[in-house]
């Protein structure tokens, strides 16, 4: 599965922007695709999972409320909408994806994903 990340871009804090990400390749076996940011000088931190049959997510706490994650299957696409977009949510954004689900508790840990695309910048300024 090769993965598309775009969307990302410049915006004011308070504003919102809406990231896609686009699986291709001749076999889309996957079963659950997350978001995943890297602010400079921190770790990787999980974002938001969706699962892609049953469309669950899950959010982690700085986000809950503010970010949206759905998938159109019919185009294999994921998005991530992003309202009322703080300074601190700069980073850069990639999508990954599993082919078997975890626990729920466990979808925004990086170690269970081995398949990630390229990264979108956002910016927020204050």
């Known amino acids: 599965v090769q993965l598309q990340a775009s969307g990302g871009g410049l915006v004011q804090a308070g504003g919102p922007l809406r990231l896609s990400c686009a699986a291709s390749?001749?076999?889309?076996?996957?079963?659950?695709i997350a978001w995943f940011r890297q602010a400079p000088g921190k770790e990787r931190e999980g974002v938001s999972c969706?699962?892609?049959?049953?469309?669950?997510?899950y959010y982690t706490s700085s986000v809950r409320g503010r970010f949206t994650a759905s998938i159109d299957n019919a185009r294999n696409t994921v998005f991530l909408q992003m309202n009322n977009l703080k300074p601190e949510d700069t980073a850069v954004y990639f999508c990954?994806?599993?082919?078997?689900?975890?626990?729920?508790?466990?979808?925004?840990?990086?170690?269970?994903?081995?398949?990630w695309g390229q990264g979108t910048q956002v910016t927020v300024s204050s």
């Open positions: 990954a994806t599993r082919a078997v689900r975890v626990p729920v508790s466990e979808c925004l840990n990086s170690i269970h994903y081995t398949n």
């Open positions: 390749g001749s076999s889309l076996d996957y079963a659950l």
């Open positions: 969706i699962d892609r049959s049953g469309g669950g997510t």
